[in-house]
């Protein structure tokens, strides 16, 4: 037993002697490399960015992508090489280049004080992007084959160009070789024989990558000014860039309506608590902008407590500005609101001066700037469609969390005691109050829940733009309006209310201006108001017909 026992111990050294002979191998094939890497001379750096990439060393990829990306530093002192990722919290992570593991966490001073960037120029960025592409053309990986064609796109030449015509031939995926088609297309598009040309530029009809514009603009004043507008070869250009054009305008729409919606999720969370306050107690609430500011500023606090959790932070900042909001709201109706029913104009009048009220507070507390807040990592970024249409993942997360919203919104009217009651007070309060219903508990419930809706709507703000204390003002008229549009105290009328006038702004902002753009909306919305009264989704009830 004793001698397997020993056996055993002996083997497991041996074979950890030769993992550690195996790394420190692939390690040596890059270290005369590393050395030329920290010289100054970029003609030494162009060496070593060569001799990695020959070296077949499983780290060249890792290491060159680094570089590339302005992640690569090494130590002053011993010259090791490290990776360096910023962090959401503004220090920086230090990993080991070739193992990938977390060193250390360093301020950006402290990071200065011991490391030094490996500095290139455009020259070498072109040299990187086509020993890149070289090492992953091949890779089982369809993204990285992708991610590669992109990089040959940027700094097209001959050398990379052979090596897509090997490729395409190998290529099995349709994606991936119809944009080697468009690669080999912009190269050819500069050729001196007018077949190939002419080929090039057919090719390239109808192809959003800006490389093909760009090179079929070049094209399209060349060839006016040396054969004139008569030419084949000019023709075909034009042909092209009207394809581009079209195409592109599509995209274009498809962008603005995705803009729009989102513009509209956003006036859907902060006029649909102004739905049911107005809905309810006929009360015109001039501070419900606030309600989105202070939703927006318990964002920012929330971040200042978790520093290290930035990702989780929305998670605790929802429930947070619904409660902040919440209790605001009811602080509202109970110590203002409820001596001022049936009294709209000074009710508007109160509720104007403590929206300054609560601006002041707010500069008192935060100061009169703007407050920046972090998007978290999991909504950064965005899915690109095509080369001229990416949707960014904040947007599309903010249009989903207003439908969850709306939706829970009408589970709770619907489905709840509290729900039936506000719809009776709703549609005939004297009925609901002979009925046994205490209006006045419902009517405070009422505006801490639109309040507390708005709140979150200012979380949701936030992740769209920066946080100040004049957040609020910017929404509180487009927010009546939607209720207005839509119908007074209906969510699905807010809905979609907020939605058409979300995208209605979109499309005519870029044609008309900002400004001209919002009166026409108002306009039109005096015009709808003029035939419809009670706006698209009228209530029903005696007291809502009366």
């Known amino acids: 037993m004793k001698r397997i026992l020993v056996l055993v111990v002996f083997a497991s050294i041996i074979l950890h002697g030769l993992h550690a002979a195996d790394d420190a191998g692939l390690d040596d094939s890059l270290q005369s490399s590393f050395g030329l890497l920290v010289s100054k001379s970029f003609s030494d750096k162009a060496a070593a960015i060569r001799d990695i990439a020959a070296s077949g060393n499983p780290h060249s990829i890792r290491v060159l992508s680094s570089l590339l990306d302005g992640n690569l530093y090494f130590h002053k002192k011993n010259q090791s090489m490290i990776l360096v990722s910023a962090t959401t919290t503004k220090e920086y992570e230090i990993f080991d280049l070739l193992t990938g593991k977390l060193i250390e966490t360093r301020s950006k001073k402290e990071l200065r004080k011991r490391y030094k960037k490996v500095v290139i120029n455009n020259k070498l960025r072109g040299l990187l992007n086509e020993k890149l592409a070289t090492l992953t053309i091949f890779s089982e990986d369809k993204s990285t084959r992708l991610t590669s064609v992109r990089n040959i796109l940027k700094t097209l030449n001959p050398s990379a160009v052979k090596l897509l015509r090997d ?20 190269f050819d598009a500069r050729s001196e024989i007018p077949e190939i040309q002419l080929a090039a530029i057919n090719t390239l009809s109808g192809s959003l990558y800006p490389e093909a514009r760009t090179v079929l603009e070049q094209l399209k004043t060349t060839q ?51 739905a049911i306050t107005f809905g309810v107690m006929g009360v015109i609430n001039m501070a419900h902008g606030e309600m989105l500011m202070l939703g927006a500023y318990t964002t920012f606090v929330v971040q200042q407590l978790m520093p290290n959790s930035i990702e989780y932070s929305l998670f605790v900042a929802i429930p947070a500005a619904f409660v902040v909001t919440g209790l605001a709201g009811i602080g509202i109706e109970r110590g203002i609101i409820r001596y001022l029913y049936g009294r709209p104009l000074e009710t508007l009048l109160a509720t104007f001066g403590l929206s300054l009220v609560l601006q002041q507070l707010v500069r ?18 965005s ?31 619907k489905k709840t005691s509290f729900g039936l009651q506000l719809r009776a007070v709703t549609q005939n309060r004297v009925m609901a109050k002979a009925m046994g219903i205490r209006t006045d508990r419902v009517d405070a419930l009422a505006f801490g829940l639109g309040s507390g809706i708005a709140g979150i709507g200012g979380v949701a703000l936030s992740q769209l733009t920066n946080v100040g204390p004049n957040l609020g003002q910017a929404y509180i008229v487009d927010s009546f309006m939607v209720v207005v549009f839509g119908g007074v105290g209906n969510l699905w009328g807010t809905f979609f209310g907020a939605m058409i006038l979300g995208i209605a702004n979109k499309f005519l902002e870029p044609v008309m201006g900002a400004v001209f753009a919002k009166i026409l909306v108002l306009v039109f919305i005096i015009l709808f108001i003029q035939k419809y009264p009670r706006g698209m989704f009228a209530l029903k009830g005696r007291a809502a017909e009366g």
């Not at 690109?384 to 993942?393: A, C, G, M, R």
């Open 167 to 186: 490729a395409i031939t190998q290529e099995t995926d349709q994606d991936v070789k119809e944009l080697m088609r468009i690669c080999i297309a912009v």
């Open 383 to 413: 899915f690109e469609f095509n080369p001229v249409l990416s949707l960014t993942y904040n947007r599309m997360y903010i249009v989903v969390f207003a439908l969850l919203v709306l939706f829970g919104l009408l589970w709770l009217l």
């Open 224 to 274: 006016f000014d040396r054969t004139g507008a008569d030419s084949p070869l000019l023709q075909a250009v034009n042909s092209s860039l009207q394809a581009i054009e079209l195409k592109a305008g599509v995209y274009k729409q498809v962008e603005n309506i995705f803009f729009g919606l989102s513009l509209g999720s956003v006036l859907l969370l902060a006029a649909v608590g102004l």
């Open 364 to 381: 008192s507390v935060f100061s009169p700037l703007n407050r920046s807040v972090v998007t978290p990592q999991w909504m950064s970024g």
